[in-house]
């Protein structure tokens, strides 16, 4: 630890290491000035900016500042040095969750208490504007009375990053959590998806096991898109009435935050007083993110901007994962995927070289995205290709060709003979079989 031993800038007395990431160490401190405990989170700049997360970064301090509830997990200050960024919050004594259900199912008493609080939380949340978009039983902490508290917003999402047509479209989160739009990749409504999330937690609590669980992960995904689940015998007929709402496949007929809160399962014992927003009143100096996360080499200036991708998104686009086939039929599964260590600029350029190569025409349609045609018709009709680049990180991207109108044959044929070896140079690697040698 830097800054004179164990002292963090003259302020936190750091102790043990209570949990650590890729990127991050969490560290249990205490305030010098008040005595009270706090967590320390330590984020690697360097590694952070490398793999070019510095934005979600931004957004997750950005979310923590904005939702101030006594069931979330505070952040009280962020600082930092030129290489570590130290945001200190609110330390949660009794750990995560997951460890009490990992015993066994609660009683169901217990279980409505923690859920009640839960839904109170990611209500808040979302009256904010925010979709946790990862919500599991790791990522509730429980404090010294037992009290729950929802964290880690790293993968969460502003209203602001809807799309025109009102929906999020990052495919994120814990896959035996996650709700079935979210795995569709068209887009979904980020409340209902957490609302999905907070369904599946519950029937943990209730069950003391998931819902939907399979040692292949393709198979686990139907079960999801078909909400296949049964209810252990000593769910209660309320819970169970409640539940069958909350996993609903169809995102526009599943219930609301609303009506989950105005269920007699949910009302039991509720005690309204303590429901209500109470935050500790602890003076915090303001938070400047960009200054905080402020780096001496600029940004590369990208040509083009292609689409974020995480690994999520890989697992879905991996060979042997694809879900599509739970979404859309056959004959629209002529694509392949490579990855390239290239800019996306490099990428664009090499293609639009062998499209002119090809009497392709090249059709811009979006950043990061374009459309290859043929000059006349072949075999059945005008073959049109569809290009898209992901990025997963700022020096590795995931291009995705596929086959939008046309004569599959003659797609396989302009891939295999003409342009995987005019790509040569710029592949990392091929993913899937049907282009292997």
Request: aromatic letters at 8%.
């Amino acid at each position: 630890m830097e800054n004179n031993g164990n002292i963090l800038m003259k302020k936190y007395d750091v102790g043990r290491l209570l949990g650590q990431g890729t990127f991050a160490k969490v560290y249990y401190g205490r305030n010098l000035k008040t005595g009270d405990s706090v967590a320390i989170k330590v984020i690697d700049k360097e590694k952070v900016l490398k793999v070019g997360l510095i934005e979600q970064t931004k957004r997750e301090i950005s979310v923590m500042k904005l939702v101030k509830h006594q069931h979330v997990v505070q952040l009280y200050e962020v600082m930092a040095t030129k290489t570590k960024i130290y945001c200190v919050m609110e330390y949660a004594k009794g750990g995560e969750l997951f460890h009490k259900i990992s015993k066994g199912k609660l009683k169901e008493d217990i279980a409505r208490k923690y859920f009640q609080k839960l839904i109170c939380a990611v209500s808040f949340c979302h009256s904010r504007g925010v979709y946790h978009r990862d919500l599991k039983p790791e990522n509730l902490l429980l404090d010294e009375d037992g009290n729950l508290k929802v964290t880690d917003f790293g993968l969460s999402a502003l209203s602001e990053s809807r799309r025109q047509d009102g929906l999020l479209h990052t495919t994120c989160g814990t896959p035996a959590y996650v709700a079935p739009e979210v795995i569709s990749r068209k887009g979904y409504d980020g409340a209902k998806a957490d609302i999905w999330s907070c369904g599946v937690i519950l029937f943990v609590l209730l069950a003391g096991y998931l819902p939907f669980h399979d040692s292949n992960l393709m198979e686990m995904y139907k079960k999801i898109s078909r909400a296949e689940y049964k209810f252990p015998n000593w769910v209660s007929p309320e819970a169970r009435r409640l539940l069958s709402r909350i996993l609903d496949p169809n995102p526009h007929t599943r219930t609301s935050m609303a009506r989950i809160m105005e269920s007699s399962w949910f009302k039991k014992g509720l005690d309204s007083k303590r429901s209500r927003t109470k935050v500790r009143n602890i003076e915090k100096p303001v938070i400047d993110i960009d200054s905080v996360l402020e780096c001496d080499n600029a940004a590369e200036t990208k040509i083009e901007s292609p689409k974020n991708l995480n690994a999520f998104d890989i697992i879905s686009l991996s060979s042997g994962f694809d879900l599509s086939g739970l979404f859309v039929s056959n004959d629209q599964k002529d694509e392949v995927q490579f990855t390239s260590t290239k800019s996306a600029y490099d990428i664009i350029s090499k293609i639009e070289g062998i499209a002119g190569h090809l009497k392709l025409k090249v059709m811009k349609k979006d950043q990061g995205s374009m459309r290859l045609e043929t000059s006349n018709e072949i075999r059945n009709g005008i073959l049109s290709i569809h290009v898209e680049i992901f990025e997963i990180t700022s020096s590795f991207h995931l291009v995705e060709v596929k086959k939008s109108s046309g004569d599959s044959i003659a797609y396989q044929n302009m891939v295999r003979q003409d342009m995987r070896p005019a790509l040569r140079e710029i592949i990392w690697a091929w993913q899937g079989e049907q282009m292997q040698n």
